[in-house]
């Protein structure tokens, strides 16, 4: 028994393969180079090429000009305003009272600020022009709402001034028979300003390039002003609903808009839009725009430069980013420098160098057939190398070579860097509408790189 026991021969085990081990190392492997391509690819964040259109906006600082006057002190003495600035008041209105001592001046703005109270009377009328207006308001005219705004503003006002002088009368007649405390009214009913700046004399027949000097404005605020003399100035007060806004403008502009009536604005402080009509008149060898108004200047009228956008034109087409474009200098290289080499017959130009020749990658974007060349960028180029002829070995200088500049996107659909040429039809501050130079290149929803000048040409790209 231990005879046989002895001619025993043991066999290794050999090592069984799990099938699920070598699934999850292959699973693993494919994440990690995943991951290591997302980590090490650079970033780029991606837009697409949408259908839109746009409005061309042209900025402008306008002059307003307007039916306006300064109204000057009467007498000396302490300044008490019955309305605050762009009020309403009718001709014949308390605008204002001087106050030789300032003991009356003191006891009203006391009374306004702690007793003033409006009437049953008053209350009433002002709730049937609230109820009225809210009654015929239409939301698309948000115009009339400031409007409504400033008007409810200078009746509260006034009722206010009125209820102070009513409550104050005795001492009020005492004042003025004494000859200390003067009112004052108003001989046009107007928009009361409490600034000026010295250039309410400027009209349409006289305004000239100078006036257009923003720095030369001394605006000063009269709403603080607490003791004036005789002569001083009081306020402002504008006269009529309509004026006007005007601005220096190319010849080129002046071509656009001589035979237009009628513009859209923006006006910039606030986003409010409005049409007005329009013509163009030239004066000291300059052109300039006049654009004429019927509303807003209550909105308006404390500002003499007024930031607007004349909104001229709406394009459509393809729409892209402004940031996505990108300017290249191409060159108009003859078709017979051109060779082509390589697995996929890349485009190469043959450059001289002091050894001999070599091969220097070319990008080709637009080829002219009538004059047998193309127009393309070199890679690692200057303008002092030569190219030659691969067939004569002709030379030709890069800095002899016509250029212009052009611009194009980066279209990233598969998975890196393709330069397309594009016409820029229409822009403004944000967006373009473009043309592909090359329908195949570019075309409605495609995947473009959104900082242009960020990307070059080939790179691989992670979308974002």
Not at 133 to 143: I, K, L, M, Q, R
Not at 210 to 233: M, W
Request: charged residues 25%; proline residues 2%; negative net charge.
């Amino acid at each position: 028994m231990s005879s046989r026991n002895r001619n025993i021969v043991q066999f290794h085990k050999m090592p069984r393969i799990r099938i699920s081990l070598v699934l999850v190392l292959i699973i693993m492997v494919y994440v990690i180079f995943h991951m290591f391509s997302y980590f090490t690819r650079k970033h780029v964040a991606i837009t697409e090429v949408r259908q839109g259109s746009i409005v061309s906006d042209d900025h402008y600082e306008a002059l307003a000009i307007r039916e306006e006057k300064v109204v000057k002190a009467a007498s000396s003495g302490y300044l008490y305003y019955y309305l605050s600035s762009m009020s309403r008041i009718g001709a014949g209105q308390y605008a204002y009272s001087i106050d030789s001592d300032g003991d009356m001046v003191e006891k009203l703005k006391k009374y306004r600020q702690n007793d003033a109270s409006l009437s049953d009377t008053q209350k009433k009328q002002l709730a049937e022009k609230l109820l009225g207006f809210s009654e015929g308001f239409n939301t698309s005219d948000y115009g009339s709402l400031y409007n409504f705004y400033a008007q409810a503003q200078s009746s509260l006002e006034e009722s206010l001034a009125s209820s102070a002088r009513t409550t104050l009368k005795d001492e009020l007649q005492q004042a003025a028979a004494d000859e200390t405390f003067r009112s004052y009214t108003t001989d046009a009913p107007g928009l009361i300003v409490l600034n000026h700046d010295g250039m309410e004399h400027i009209t349409l027949k006289d305004f000239k390039g100078d006036d257009f000097d923003i720095s030369r404005v001394n605006e000063k605020n009269l709403s603080s002003v607490v003791q004036v003399k005789e002569g001083d100035p009081v306020y402002r007060l504008v006269t009529s609903d309509n004026w006007n806004l005007v601005m220096p403008i190319s010849d080129e502009k002046a071509k656009e808009l001589r035979d237009t009536s009628g513009i859209e604005i923006t006006f910039l402080e606030d986003g409010a839009k409005t049409w007005c009509t329009s013509h163009v008149t030239r004066r000291e060898d300059r052109y300039y725009l006049i654009l004429s108004l019927d509303d807003s200047v209550d909105r308006y009228a404390a500002e003499r430069f007024i930031s607007i956008d004349l909104s001229l034109e709406k394009k459509n087409g393809l729409k892209v980013p402004n940031s996505s474009l990108k300017q290249h200098i191409l060159y108009e290289i003859p078709d017979n420098y051109i060779t082509f080499g390589g697995d996929n017959r890349e485009p190469y130009v043959l450059k001289k160098t002091e050894d001999g020749q070599t091969l220097t990658r070319l990008s080709l974007y637009q080829e002219d057939t009538t004059d047998h060349t193309w127009w393309g960028t070199y890679d690692n180029i200057q303008q002092s190398d030569v190219i030659l002829n691969p067939k004569t070995m002709q030379k030709k200088k890069i800095q002899s070579l016509e250029v212009k500049k052009a611009y194009g996107v980066f279209n990233v659909n598969k998975g890196y860097a393709q330069f397309a040429l594009v016409q820029i039809l229409f822009h403004n501050e944000q967006y373009s509408i473009i043309q592909p130079v090359h329908s195949t290149q570019l075309t409605l929803y495609d995947h473009i790189a959104l900082e242009a000048y960020d990307v070059k040409e080939n790179e691989i790209i992670n979308g974002t």
